[in-house]
């Protein structure tokens, strides 16, 4: 039920609150240049300065730049990033056998729908795989575990 009243109000935030260009457009900006070949990071800058986040990032966002996607359709999928994060945040929570009225506490956070949905901050992706590594560790799953905390706290960073 939670999880539901923050589908609704994830779409509510995407369909009205206006978009924050904050990140954007550096990472475009730094994008550009990687798709152009450049990959010494001390060549690579932007608006608001220099890139400062991990290769696998360049990557992500260049995908995100050859579909040549609208901003609010790279809004919807980071909603969709957003939801599934909060599903696996809710089930540790419910794991973690804390009371119902905390879980509300999760999607009610003004900072985190920002991040994910408004300002399209690179944070969002890193912390789906984050996530997901902890909710497989204690599901037993420690193979998996380990690859998806890799992926979030490594692999991403190696990339360029």
């Given amino acids: 039920a939670v999880w539901l009243c923050d589908l609704g ?3 509510t935030i995407v369909a009205r609150v206006p978009f924050t260009n904050i990140d954007w457009e550096s990472y475009m900006a730094q994008v550009d240049g990687v798709l152009a070949g450049q990959f010494d990071y001390s060549q690579l800058s932007s608006p608001t300065g220099p890139i400062a986040y991990p290769a696998g990032y360049c990557w992500l966002y260049a995908g995100l730049r050859l579909l040549r996607l609208e901003i609010m359709q790279v ?3 980071f909603g969709l990033l957003y939801l599934g994060t909060i599903a696996m945040v809710l089930q540790i929570y419910r794991r973690a056998e804390v009371p119902g009225w905390l879980l509300a506490l999760c999607v009610l956070s003004k900072r985190v729908h920002s991040v994910y949905v408004l300002r399209l901050f690179n944070d969002a992706v890193s912390q789906f795989f984050m996530y997901a590594a902890l909710l497989l560790f204690l599901k037993g799953r420690h193979f998996w575990s ?6 979030a706290a490594t692999y991403l960073q190696k990339w360029v």
Avoid at 146 to 151: I, R, T
């Fill in 9 to 11: 109000l994830t779409c």
């Fill in 146 to 151: 380990s690859l998806g905390y890799s992926f």
């Fill in 75 to 77: 809004q919807i999928l």
